[in-house]
């Protein structure tokens, strides 16, 4: 599996980015596909994430009512809209594949595919 991010910029405060990840090697479906932002220093967020096929999309607080996670399973791509961004949202942001999505969806390590990540930076 490979996942490639892009759509990541400098942006003002309220601004908007569209950020992309694209997966190939697998077939979609079946899969929990995930947002993480890190910061250095801090541990790895889990800010949105969604199952294929299924209606649920996971929200951290932090970013719920702001950012919006869609998918193109066609395009086997992964969207996340954030929208009125703000400076605490600066952050290289990483999409991730786990095997499901459950309670712990935002934890990191139930993550075994990772992409290279791309950054954000709102001033």
């Known amino acids: 599996v490979q996942l490639v991010e892009s759509g990541g910029g400098s942006v003002q405060a309220g601004g908007s980015l569209r950020l992309s990840c694209v997966r190939s090697?697998?077939?979609?479906?079946?899969?929990?596909m995930g947002w993480f932002r890190e910061v250095p220093g801090k541990e790895r967020e889990g800010i949105a994430a969604?199952?294929?096929?299924?209606?649920?999309?996971y929200y951290a607080d932090s970013v719920k009512g702001r950012f919006t996670l869609s998918q193109d399973t066609a395009k086997n791509t992964m969207y996340l809209q954030m929208d009125s961004l703000l400076p605490d949202d600066t952050a290289m942001y990483y999409c991730?594949?786990?095997?499901?999505?459950?309670?712990?969806?935002?934890?990191?390590?139930?993550?075994?595919?990772w992409g290279q990540g791309t950054q954000v930076t709102v001033s």
């Open positions: 969604t199952l294929h096929g299924a209606t649920n999309t």
């Open positions: 090697g697998y077939k979609w479906g079946g899969n929990c």
């Open positions: 991730a594949q786990a095997w499901v999505c459950n309670d712990d969806w935002y934890q990191s390590t139930e993550y075994a595919h």
